[in-house]
């Protein structure tokens, strides 16, 4: 049996090819969605990838969450199917409800583009179980709103029930509280980071093939539940 992942492309993604190459490179089959379209094709887990859905305007992922398909991720997700946000797509998650708290602009204000080192805080995740605890992972970061925040109490229900999945381990690139990268939801079958893992999938191309952990992870989930 191969898994089927599906990658979902709106008006605006950028990073689908991307994220369709890095499933494939993991061993996974990959399925493409189209946002206008509610059939999600009977994937095992579903991609939301990066860039700038329906032009980011009112702000990143406000739009993007009525698209049809999301209403049919926000069902099946409901059901227990694995959900992955990157970036953009973590944005989406956040303004669908699937994750909680909200992307803001960048402290400093200014897009950031580079290489971050992140710390994985939790390998307990549908997403993350390939890695080792506290493992440090080199991803690129590229957004303008990656400053992660939510309600005081959100933040210390995050921490105390390990739902942080991901910190920033070089420093705090963009004034996210608690240095939050990523997040998942209770049952960790639903997770969204900011930095690419989908860009990092062969040390040849660079920065690293540290990203791959993540497909891999969700592939043996679906794999170890057929
Ligand atoms: N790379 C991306 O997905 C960009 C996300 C979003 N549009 C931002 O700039 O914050």
Not at 35 to 50: F, N, S, W
Not at 120 to 149: C, D, H, M, Q, Y
Request: proline share 5%; with cysteine.
């Amino acid at each position: 049996m191969t898994a089927r992942i599906g990658v979902i492309t709106f008006p605006g993604t950028l990073d689908d090819v991307d994220a369709v190459r890095a499933a494939r490179l993991a061993g996974a089959e990959a399925v493409e969605l189209w946002h206008g379209d509610a059939d999600l094709k009977g994937v095992d887990a579903v991609i939301v990838p990066g860039g700038f859905s329906y032009g980011d305007y009112l702000r990143a992922g406000a739009i993007a969450r009525f698209a049809p398909v999301m209403g049919s991720v926000v069902e099946a997700a409901g059901k227990g199917m694995p959900v992955l946000g990157i970036c953009n797509g973590f944005q989406v998650l956040c303004e669908a409800g699937l994750l909680p708290g909200a992307l803001t602009r960048n402290e400093g204000l200014h897009f950031i583009c580079r290489d971050e080192w992140l710390k994985v805080e939790s390998n307990t995740t549908t997403w993350t179980s390939r890695f080792e605890r506290g493992a440090e992972i080199l991803i690129p970061l590229k957004s303008g709103e990656g400053r992660f925040v939510a309600p005081q109490r959100k933040l210390e229900e995050l921490e105390g029930e390990g739902h942080i999945v991901f910190t920033y381990a070089g420093g705090n690139p963009n004034g996210s509280a608690l240095d939050i990268a990523g997040i998942s939801s209770p049952d960790g079958r639903i997770v969204g980071l900011m930095p690419h893992p989908e860009h990092a999938t062969e040390a040849l191309t660079g920065p690293s093939d540290d990203g791959l952990g993540l497909f891999y992870s969700v592939i043996d989930s679906v794999l170890a539940s057929a």
